[in-house]
């Protein structure tokens, strides 16, 4: 069959993945484990550390950025089941707004055709959203300090650029709090939360791995521009070997 992997390290989880679901011993069964464990190193542990890490998500409203993205499909579900209130999303489609209605978001906000700040003011009642998980915060910096309640927090995994400017005034008047982490860098204790609870939520079968692309190694580069140009809903797996 070959190693999966998820634009990164190739999988660590898969054969965890199999006991867990209690996948039959088939080419398709081991082949659909194996992409999706491709997806826990980077994507599933990421969103899991931002929903899960920095005091957790239970009775809070959360809004993820980009919620049928690698990243945040997993963190709709994980802020789901983790015990968040409620859960907001951004997406650029309606086709990705489905996916993350799936996932279980209460409400998915197309960025390109509705005003965000005004639609997340009127489902919170003005009040805002207690965190939000952001994807880019050199595009949604601004935006962020806007949607966020009073004590919220942003908890940033990534940006479009190096540099980003933080209103500041905005974040200090409302006491937020702006977080930012790579998963490659967690603490040890922070990893191995992580990991436990990803264990536990496979294991009981209530996670959706969403592949929107499988690739051979050979294409690796058209797998990148996908990435690239948020064109992927999800996940791009390539099959390295055969």
Known sequence: MGVECCLGPPARYGSRLRDAAGAPGGAAARRRAAEAGACFGIPALTALHAVQGFGGVQGRTVLVAGGAGAVGHYAVQFARLLGAGRVLATVSSEAKAELARQAGAEAAIDYRREDVAARVRALTQDRGVDR?????????ARLDTEIVAKAGDIVVYGSGAPEFAVPFFPMISRNLTLRCFMVYHLADDDRASAEAT?????????????????????EIVRAHELVESGRAAGNVVLSVGA
């Open 132 to 140: 939000v998980i952001e994807v880019d915060a050199a595009a949604n």
């Open 198 to 218: 990803l264990a536990r939520l496979l294991a009981q079968g209530r996670l959706v791995h969403n592949v929107a692309e499988r690739l051979p190694l050979s």
